[in-house]
């Protein structure tokens, strides 16, 4: 007999909400939830393939210990926490709390729980050494909104606005940007009632086939079309002067600064024609209502600070902020109620203040620790040398730029833990690999993804939903798995520590929700569900409530008006930052055309998310996996009759840093001279790695300290120049 329940998939930020057949103990299949609002149904294949991963043969379902030789054995959960306690006590008191740090990534997003419990687990041993997969993303998000400061009732809801711009980003496959519910048919739904989609991309993506104007430009040159379109809306008059005389401060040195983006400046750097640039400055100036959303894509080619900063700056100059009287959009629902006013929050600190690292410079930030400089905080040796590093639900062998520094780095380490179902190719290094739960054997519910707001404009759910889903099956029989923040919370028993709980979500200056510290009982260990009732303490809708709606639900009665900006209110967005625009005049300054001549790596190499994939997960699933368990070498057909290559072969793909072999695909759709790759595929460097079986690593083209972000470390991990040749095959 079989049982159908409404769960969540938790595997991206969207949340779908979905059926989850469970036969005999285990989950059979997984569907979209038609009964659910908003989603329409929705899944993709990666949600469909979880009954695969939870069931798939090499699933971990007992903990693992290093022998001598590198290989593992099983080891029961209890007998590893208390190893691990006793060697990480050894290294505290030998070496200091800074030996002991964090790295949390996209897997602990479906168990709201582990990176709270982390955190609280680190601050108890007194280290401040907690990175994330944030600062390796779009760090440039959260530096830019504390530099331009911020819209209390924030960006209008994308089916209200008129126009819209994607930069970088293709939310119908990635679900980034806070567009979640089916962004395909949301995409399709918005242009049918008038909505102007304009998307600059290196390629003609499925987020580009409802878009009204696509600007096909070389890679890396946001900074350059943004700052062009600016000057557009300024030197027409078109921007919203009365928004900007009430709101807006810095607005003459930005006008003076975009003044050289001329648009013919701007077509000849960034190769795009002039028409459809300014006819896409046009077009989002005359929009009453709109925003601009940046992704990835416009992040990891250097200089996405001012990227983002200038996204910021055209929502500003456009009036995109949602104005007193308007329905607010994203209100709280699992988190803390706040008043939705139609007034800036001032910008803030964005960097030099908490933790400083060793190297280069780099300080906490406001997207955190650069985890970019991880790596040689192990290297490096002497006081404060980080010796233990704990990985959550992330994978730095196959994530972190420069892989080669990477691997030695792991290596070097005196204790590496992670926690992952499967033995990733961080795991095969790790001292301890901890089994954990997967998602149908916890509870889950939506308030992450909710959160996710603080990230930037326009993320997070545009409507009051939310949903939380029990627990629907017990792991298998036999099976010795404990939940993520088990371990953290286990090994502070172990150390006799006090752990402290920190609710911690809102702007810069907390203006919705001052951070709470709760103290966990650490006799009685909490449920998971314990846990989520200290984490939903203060929500705006009890989390008992939402509990009573098994399909999610949209509490419309949260839908609230904004309010008028306060009588005293004396705060400004700045889009006149002296550091963004003295970093706008060295854009201006360089020498594009030599950079572009380059003539030992004529290629650009760029990123793009699989439909397939989830970064590195989901590899060796046989439900999606099965025909092309790789990452192809995406190339125009042109480039490959140019080289004498077709689909299939297999090239050197090769950096003025490294070289990896990858297997060419023909993409009518991409740009020539661009070559588009996913991340998070290949090998370690000391395993074979056939390209045809595990794909290639494209972190190992990049360094980490050549050409990196002053303030958070990001190295350039796309645009990177590359020469592509024919590999001869090996025998
Ligand atoms: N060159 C290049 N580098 C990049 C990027 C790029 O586009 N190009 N993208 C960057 C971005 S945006 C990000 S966010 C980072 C991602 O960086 P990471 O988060 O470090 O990498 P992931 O591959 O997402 O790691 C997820 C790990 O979690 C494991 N896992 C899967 N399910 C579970 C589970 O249920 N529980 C637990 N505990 N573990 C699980 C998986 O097996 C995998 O090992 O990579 C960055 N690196
Ligand atoms: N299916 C799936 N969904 C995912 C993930 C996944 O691995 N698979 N990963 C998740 C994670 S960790 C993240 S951070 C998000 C990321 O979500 P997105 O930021 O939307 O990432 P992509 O879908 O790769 O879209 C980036 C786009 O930028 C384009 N691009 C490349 N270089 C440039 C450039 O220089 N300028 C401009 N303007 N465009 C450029 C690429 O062609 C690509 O279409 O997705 C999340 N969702
Ligand atoms: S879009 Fe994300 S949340 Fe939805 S089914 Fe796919 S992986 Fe799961
Ligand atoms: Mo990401």
Redesign the pocket.
């Known amino acids: 007999m079989s049982e159908i329940h409404p769960s969540t998939c938790r595997l991206?930020?969207a949340h779908c909400p979905v059926l989850v057949t469970v036969k005999g103990g285990r989950v059979i299949q997984v569907t979209g939830d038609p009964e659910a609002p908003l989603y329409r149904g929705y899944s993709?294949p990666?949600g469909r393939a979880l009954p695969e991963q939870h069931n798939h043969a090499d699933r971990l379902l007992h903990s693992q210990k290093r022998r001598a030789d590198g290989s593992h054995e099983p080891i029961g959960s209890e007998q590893a926490l208390d190893e691990i306690a006793a060697k990480l006590q050894g290294l505290v008191s030998r070496h200091g709390p800074r030996s002991v740090a964090m790295y949390i990534g996209?897997n602990t997003l479906p168990y709201p729980a582990s990176g709270g419990m982390a955190n609280a687990l680190l601050r108890a041993i007194g280290s401040r050494m907690f990175f994330t997969?944030n600062t390796i993303?779009?760090p440039g998000k959260q530096i830019a909104q504390a530099l331009h400061g911020g819209w209390i009732a924030g960006q209008p809801a994308f089916d209200s606005a008129h126009a819209w711009l994607l930069?970088?980003?293709?939310?119908v496959?990635?679900?980034?940007?806070g567009f979640n519910e089916n962004p395909a048919q949301a995409f399709k739904d918005a242009v049918k009632r008038g909505l102007k989609l304009i998307v600059?991309?290196?390629?003609r993506?499925e987020?580009v086939r409802r878009a009204h104007i696509h600007l096909q430009?070389?890679?890396?040159?946001?900074p350059t079309?943004l700052a062009g379109l600016l000057h557009v809306i300024i030197a027409e008059g078109l921007y919203d002067k009365e928004f900007v005389e009430e709101n807006v401060q810095g607005f003459e040195s930005l006008a003076d600064q975009v003044k050289p983006f001329t648009p013919d400046y701007v077509a000849r750097r960034a190769d795009v024609r002039v028409e459809p640039l300014v006819e896409a400055a046009r077009v989002l100036a005359r929009a009453k209502r709109g925003g601009v959303t940046t992704?990835?894509?416009?992040?990891?080619?250097t200089r996405g600070n001012l990227t983002s900063y200038l996204a910021l700056c055209l929502n500003s100059v456009c009036g995109y902020w949602v104005r007193a009287g308007e329905k607010l959009r994203s209100p709280n629902v699992l988190l803390q109620p706040y008043t939705g006013k139609a007034q800036p929050y001032p910008p803030y600190k964005a960097w030099g203040y908490g933790e400083k690292l060793r190297v280069r410079g780099l300080t906490n930030t406001t997207p955190g620790l650069p985890t970019a400089a991880l790596a040689d905080e192990i290297l490096l040796e002497g006081k404060g040398q980080v010796k233990a590093l704990f990985c959550v639900g992330s994978n730095p062998m196959m994530a972190w730029p420069d892989q080669r520094r990477s691997f030695e780095a792991l290596k070097k380490l005196e204790l590496l833990v992670t926690l992952d179902i499967e033995m990733s190719a961080t795991a095969r290094l790790a001292h301890y690999v901890i089994a954990p739960r997967l998602t149908f054997e916890t509870p889950g519910m939506t308030q992450t993804a909710e959160g996710i707001k603080y990230f930037g404009p326009g993320l997070g759910f545009d409507d009051p939903y939310a949903q939380y889903t029990p627990k629907l099956l017990d792991p298998p029989e036999g099976s010795d798995v404990i939940e993520d923040w088990e371990l953290f919370y286990g090994l502070a028993q172990r150390m006799g520590l006090e752990l402290q709980w920190v609710n911690f979500y809102g702007w810069g200056r907390h203006i919705e929700s001052p951070p709470q510290v709760i103290p966990l009982d650490m006799q009685n260990k909490p449920t998971t569900d314990d846990i989520y009732e200290i984490m939903c303490r203060n929500s705006r809708i009890p989390l008992s409530e939402v509990k009573q709606y098994p399909h999610g639900h949209v509490f419309d009665e949260v839908n609230e008006v904004v309010q008028p900006r306060d009588e005293d209110c004396e705060y400004r967005l700045d889009v006149g930052n002296a550091y963004m625009m003295q970093e706008l005049t060295q854009v201006r300054a360089e020498d594009f055309e030599a950079r572009q001549r380059n003539p030992g790596y004529p290629f650009l190499l760029?990123?793009?998310?699989?439909?397939?994939?989830?970064?590195s997960?989901f590899r060796t699933n046989p439900r999606v996996a099965r025909r092309k368990p790789y990452n192809p070498a995406f190339m125009n057909p042109k480039d490959l009759a140019r080289l004498g290559l077709k689909s299939g072969d297999t090239v050197t793909i090769r950096s003025p840093h490294d070289s990896i072999r990858g297997v060419v695909e023909a993409e009518r759709d991409?740009r020539p001279g661009?070559i588009?790759m996913?991340h998070?595929f290949g090998a370690n460097p000391d395993e074979d790695d056939d390209p045809r079986q595990v794909g290639a690593n494209t972190g190992r083209l990049t360094r980490v300290d050549n050409e990196y972000d002053p303030i958070t470390g990001i190295p350039r991990m796309?645009?990177i120049p590359v020469a592509v040749e024919a590999s001869i095959p090996s025998s």
């Open positions: 991206c930020t993709c990666k996209t997969a993303d779009q930069v970088g980003t293709n939310p496959i990635s679900k980034a940007g600059i991309d290196p390629r993506t987020s430009a070389r890679p890396g040159e946001d079309l992704g990835t894509g416009s992040s990891f080619p760029v990123s793009r998310r699989s439909y397939q994939f989830l970064n997960s991409l661009v588009s996913s998070a796309a645009a």
